[in-house]
């Protein structure tokens, strides 16, 4: 709609699966579920799940983290009731042929974004994380994709009485650094993405070398 106004239309922020259904051959797909088999793989650990994904479809395994046990148990139900494995059914590398788009990207320095994520978890706190969370959790809603979230999932332990508030916090702020990580890995092994160093002060000039280096490397005929 926009591109046909003769408008250059720009897409920012959204998860890196919300920009791949956008601009590569994405398939959602069909597949059913079996709650029976699904509710047996939810009494199992997230390590016995994944060395169980690992031995059935070893590609998956290396794309999904261990610890994304929702995801392990969704590859597992799908060999399962398909007898085919995950992976085929995963995001296609090529890029759609519809789309010349120009990805840009913001980085950190690691220590600088560890250091912003931790202090985002502290405000997150002082802004009432831990009364929201135990709302949730006195509904019994642990079991609620949202509430398995890093920020609730941790805090839920705290409220069972297997961490102590500081351990809980702590561990929310590591497992978030561990998500920005794994984020970063995922960005730049499955998209070819030019970073700007968001720290750097980014002049019109120094702006036009960055999209100018881009397109030198990837060469599109609309781009003029």
């Known amino acids: 709609m926009i591109h046909s106004k003769g408008k250059l239309p720009f897409i920012v922020g959204g998860t890196g699966l ?30 016995t799940l994944h060395n169980r994904l690992l031995a059935e479809d070893p590609k ?11 995801r392990v148990i969704r590859a597992l139900e799908v060999i399962k009731l398909t007898g085919r494995p995950f992976s085929e059914y995963q995001v296609e590398t090529k890029l759609s042929d519809e789309f010349e788009p120009l990805f840009l990207g913001l980085e950190l320095e690691r220590s600088v974004l560890y250091d912003r994520i931790n202090r985002r978890v502290d405000q997150m706190m002082e802004a009432g994380l831990a009364k929201e969370a135990r709302a949730l959790f006195d509904l019994s809603l642990g079991d609620m994709p949202a509430t398995r979230g890093i920020g609730y999932k941790e805090l839920f332990q705290h409220f069972d009485g297997l961490l102590t508030e500081e351990e809980a916090v702590w561990l929310i702020k590591r497992n978030s650094r561990h998500f920005a990580k794994r984020q970063m890995t995922w960005f ?12 750097e002060e980014l002049t019109e000039e120094k702006a036009n070398a960055c999209i100018s280096q881009f397109l030198k490397a990837n060469p599109f005929d609309s781009y003029k």
């Not at 919300?18 to 650990?45: C, H, P, W």
């Not at 998956?60 to 929702?70: E, G, V």
């Not at 730049?188 to 720290?199: A, D």
């Open 18 to 47: 919300y920009i791949q259904s956008v601009f590569y051959n994405y398939s959602f797909g069909t597949v059913s579920e079996d709650s029976e088999y699904r509710a047996k793989l939810e009494e199992m650990d997230a390590q």
């Open 60 to 70: 998956s395994a290396k794309q999904i983290h261990f610890n994304n046990k929702r």
């Open 188 to 199: 730049r092994n499955r998209m070819k993405i030019h970073w700007i160093n968001v720290l």
